[in-house]
């Protein structure tokens, strides 16, 4: 918008001000934001390069029931990691930010595409599954596909004033759901695989539970501590509660704990 002073001179402080908000709100989503939802793919990634090697031995000899088995592994310590991971994003967005990095503005971008981000993290083993399955040219298509619908969504929303920043944060969400379920069925087209609804939703209620007891510890006995003891002491909490939650319900044994990468063997000793 240009206004016009009494001299006639066109100003463009608003316009300034409009593309000030708009480069500060990127920022946000990709200094702030993305990068601390993509942080736990460091599990899944790593367990999706030892899945390489696994699959491929079983598909040689043509073991499809043990490439299902690894399938589900993979698929079930993905998601109760990345469940774990999601609900502590959600919960904890703004004293994170907060801690992190002085501002928690960027918190409406993690709680919009946290939910969307446990597919992101399904992508790792799903890919890795598809390459030892040697279907690495229908992974590149499928990743394609996803990336131009993403940027198609971003340039379709992005640039209406209504949606702003916040239609590239929903182009992600898109792009990253359909490159899933791409890989999912691809993977299904090769590999018989049956889909235990009820453990995944186990998985998800115990998170959740667990989330909730992080935030009330946060909310009112921590009340008076500082921001940094009060989120680590939370979501330390939050973390054991899950665990002790997954060994009771028998949702999870301690020697699939073993095979989590990185932080297996700490959460073993818990057991």
Request: hydrophobic share 50%.
């Amino acid at each position: 918008m240009v206004f016009r002073t009494n001299s006639g001179r066109p100003e463009f402080g608003n316009s300034r001000s409009h593309r000030g908000r708009s480069h500060k709100s990127i920022r946000e989503l990709t200094g702030y934001a993305l990068p601390l939802l993509m942080l736990p793919s460091f599990v899944t990634s790593s367990l999706a390069t030892a899945l390489v090697p696994a699959v491929s031995e079983a598909r040689t000899t043509g073991n499809f029931l043990l490439v299902e088995h690894r399938l589900q592994q993979a698929l079930k310590i993905t998601f109760i990691t990345g469940c774990l991971a999601i609900v502590i994003l959600f919960i904890f967005a703004e004293p994170i930010l907060q801690v992190m990095y002085g501002s928690s503005h960027a918190a409406v971008f993690i709680k919009f595409l946290a939910p969307f981000f446990i597919l992101y993290y399904f992508q790792y083993p799903l890919q890795s599954m598809l390459q030892a399955l040697d279907l690495a040219k229908a992974a590149m298509f499928n990743s394609l596909a996803g990336n131009i619908l993403k940027i198609g969504v971003i340039w379709l929303l992005a640039s209406k004033e209504s949606f702003g920043i916040m239609g590239a944060a929903i182009g992600i969400a898109v792009g990253t759901m359909l490159v899933t379920f791409l890989h999912f069925s691809t993977v299904l087209k090769v590999v018989p695989f049956t889909l235990h609804f009820r453990s995944y939703i186990s998985a998800l209620v115990l998170a959740l539970i667990s989330g909730w007891g992080g935030y009330y510890l946060y909310q009112f006995p921590l009340s008076s501590q500082p921001i940094g003891t009060r989120l680590l002491l939370s979501v330390t909490v939050v973390i054991l509660l899950f665990t002790f939650f997954l060994l009771m319900t028998g949702s999870i044994k301690k020697a699939d704990l073993i095979r989590i990468p990185v932080v297996g063997d700490f959460l073993s000793k818990l057991a």
